[in-house]
């Protein structure tokens, strides 16, 4: 409120004695249970220790020309500026996630289900509305999505074929897909979810005794983003068919990389193939990729965001690309080092911050 004379103050001229009065015993009693015996000594005397004339002026409310053209009310929360009240952490889910279509339609099937087979009268109707409004729409838990810890929302799912009404199922598929899938065990949502990039395709001749033969090679990566890589050829005579036996070839042969934190490499590693040599480094959060473009394909695929590359002698695209599996692939792991040291390994983060890291 500020400051203010007792000429520009609106209050009453009153006895200060009757405004502000010590404590009595069964006020006493009750801060007692509340505060120590010593508190309740630092309170009186702070209070002993303030002019009563000080309070009523500044307690009062102002009508001078430089006064605040609003009373703040403290006994109401306003979410603009006061701090929210949060929920428990114990709401927070992390595996919280949207409710596929399937799922959504499979609640909206069991209340039609159960409705009964007479007809709803005017409360039952409006029962039946009002769950079908108030039907989840994340899994997890249901604290979570009622009141939640957080404002933050789970991912929004992808979704495929959204407004294609013509689904390609498992059984109607290419045979090579099946093939595909019987080999690797990846379903056909999984395969569709991966990322495939085509990185080299030119004209290559085999010489025979009946003439120079031209056909078409393409190298190609495949990876699911979350680890998952592997590289294909493919030669054909046609350019659709040496593509598709590339990313074929890529997704069979995918193999595991290690990943630090899920976006970087355990160190630093180094690969030759040919005529190439490389070094790949870790970079800190938010560092980004800087490599050339092949290297940054991989990356992608790998699922791998803070990394830099740096090629020297040749440049082959084929050896370049071979030469970053092979050095992704030999990333030494802690684990590995301690037990070969006959050490054991602890994160040094959990121990000053007390907290799951990575």
């Known amino acids: 409120m500020g400051l203010v004379s007792d000429d520009s103050s609106a209050t009453p001229k009153k006895d200060l004695s009757t405004l502000f009065q010590p404590y009595t015993r069964p006020e006493k009693s009750a801060l007692s249970k509340k505060y120590t015996p010593s508190q309740l000594e630092a309170i009186e005397a702070g209070e002993a220790a303030i002019d009563p004339k000080d309070l009523a002026m500044q307690a009062a409310v102002r009508h001078d020309p430089m006064s605040l053209n609003y009373l703040d009310d403290f006994s109401s929360i306003q979410p603009v500026i ?16 949207f409710r596929e279509d399937e799922e959504l339609v499979e609640n909206l099937d069991h209340l039609i289900e159960n409705m009964p ?79 495939v990039k085509q990185l080299v395709f030119h004209r290559v001749v085999n010489q025979t005794r009946m003439g120079k033969i031209s056909s078409l090679y ?42 630090y934190e899920d976006r970087t490499i355990y160190g630093d590693v180094k690969g030759k193939v040919g005529g190439t040599e490389l070094v790949l480094m870790n970079r800190p959060p938010g560092f980004g990729i800087r490599c050339q473009h092949n290297i940054y394909e991989i990356c992608k695929c790998v699922g791998i965001s803070d990394l830099a590359a740096r090629v020297t002698r040749s ?19 802690p684990e590995d080092i301690a037990r070969a040291r006959g050490r054991k390994l602890v994160d040094v983060r959990k121990v000053y911050y007390g907290v799951s890291v990575g």
């Open 82 to 97: 006061d701090k929210p009240v949060r929920a428990p952490e114990s709401n927070y889910d992390p595996n919280l996630r």
């Open 117 to 195: 087979d007479r007809e709803l009268s005017e409360e039952e109707a409006t029962r039946f509305l009002e769950n079908v409004e108030n039907m989840r729409l994340t899994a997890g838990k249901e604290e979570a999505e009622l009141n939640p810890h957080s404002s933050l929302a789970p991912e929004i799912p992808k979704f495929t074929n959204r407004y294609n009404n013509v689904s390609e199922d498992e059984e109607t598929a290419d045979p090579r897909l099946q093939r595909l899938m019987k080999q690797t065990g990846f379903t056909m949502k999984q395969i569709k979810r991966f990322r």
């Open 218 to 259: 393409s190298l190609a990566v495949a990876g699911n983003q979350k680890g998952l890589v592997g590289i294909g050829e493919g030669k054909a005579s046609e350019p659709e068919d040496s593509q598709r036996q590339a990313i074929l070839a890529a997704m069979r042969n995918l193999t595991p990389i290690p990943r």
């Open 315 to 333: 440049r082959n695209p084929m050896n370049t690309i071979k030469a970053t599996i092979k050095a992704l692939l030999s990333q030494r792991l």
